[in-house]
């Protein structure tokens, strides 16, 4: 995301229950990839979603909490949407919250040609609670803007992951010169074994927790804890009160431990051109 106006910087404390984490969020975050967009990005607005577009990967689709809309009116804009990246043959992902209405937007989008990529929890926590050090022997932790740094952390996502992200060196690359996103490398007997990376929002509170990938012999020695509390620090050095995290299962119990606390549930349904 671009560097964008001033961060609120008032003394209330911040909220820590589910249901206040959840508004902050809908009210601040949530609307960031459409209302700041990066450099790159054209925003066009559908009746009341926003159609994200790039240049070189996919687009994005998503809107507020409440569309206002149900059945053929919906499945009308679903289908425009649809439409418009076919003719530019791209993909796009229609991006949903599970406290979101109407409740049978997912299956409308099913409809449509769309595919579930699956669901993740987002979970949020104070970043001052985050800080705690991790002793990790003979492992360094750094933070990086390097090309080639990119093209390794690249390779060694994807064997973590068990997929091609070959495509995450592109999306660092575009982002090199933002300070709003800070990318950390963890490495080890010559090697990335596993990275991260914080994108700030600008103009408020809170700061996204993305990646997060280890090498699986690598696994249990306290790198993601590592790694939250680096990126922790450097969000509150940003005047960042509050982390947010889109977690898969495998990290989420680990989170929780932490103290991020759970508001709801994520899913991306993606269209691909045949």
């Known amino acids: 995301m671009a560097c964008g106006s001033h961060r609120p910087t008032n003394s209330v404390k911040p909220v820590t229950d589910a249901a206040a984490l959840l508004r902050a969020y809908d009210d601040q975050a949530r609307s960031a990839e459409w209302k700041i967009p990066d450099a790159e990005a054209t925003v066009h607005r559908d009746g009341p979603v926003y159609r994200v577009s790039w240049p070189k990967r996919r687009g994005l689709v998503a809107g507020p909490p409440e569309l206002g809309i149900t059945g053929a009116d919906l499945d009308a804009l679903i289908a425009r949407q649809r439409d418009f990246f076919a003719a530019r043959d791209q993909g796009v992902e229609w991006k949903t919250w599970g406290h979101d209405t ?24 104070l970043a001052e609670n985050m800080v705690t050090p991790v002793d990790l022997a003979g492992i360094t932790l750094r933070e990086t803007k390097e090309e080639a ?5 690249a390779a060694s996502a994807s064997e973590a992951f068990g997929k091609t992200v070959s495509w995450l060196a592109d999306y660092l690359l575009e982002r090199q010169n933002d300070p709003n996103t800070v990318v950390v490398v963890a490495e080890a007997e010559g090697q ?10 600008p103009g408020t509170e809170f700061g996204g927790l993305w990646g997060g990938s280890t090498l699986a012999k690598w696994r249990g020695r306290g790198i993601y804890r590592a790694l939250i509390a680096h990126r922790a620090r450097v ?24 103290g991020f606390v759970k508001v709801t549930t994520t899913t991306g349904y993606a269209w691909k051109p045949r």
Do not use: M
């Not at 049978?104 to 990529?117: M, N, T």
């Not at 990335?192 to 929002?201: G, Q």
């Not at 940003?238 to 982390?243: A, D, F, H, P, Q």
């Open 192 to 201: 990335i074994v596993s990275s991260a990376r914080l994108e700030i929002v």
């Open 149 to 153: 740094d990119f093209h390794r952390l």
């Open 102 to 125: 109407p409740a049978d937007l997912p299956e409308r989008l099913v409809a449509a040609g769309f595919e579930s990529e699956g669901r993740e929890t987002v979970l949020i926590g």
């Open 235 to 258: 969000a509150l050095a940003r005047g960042v009160k509050y982390l947010q995290v889109d977690a898969t299962e495998d990290s989420r119990p680990i989170l929780e431990r932490l």
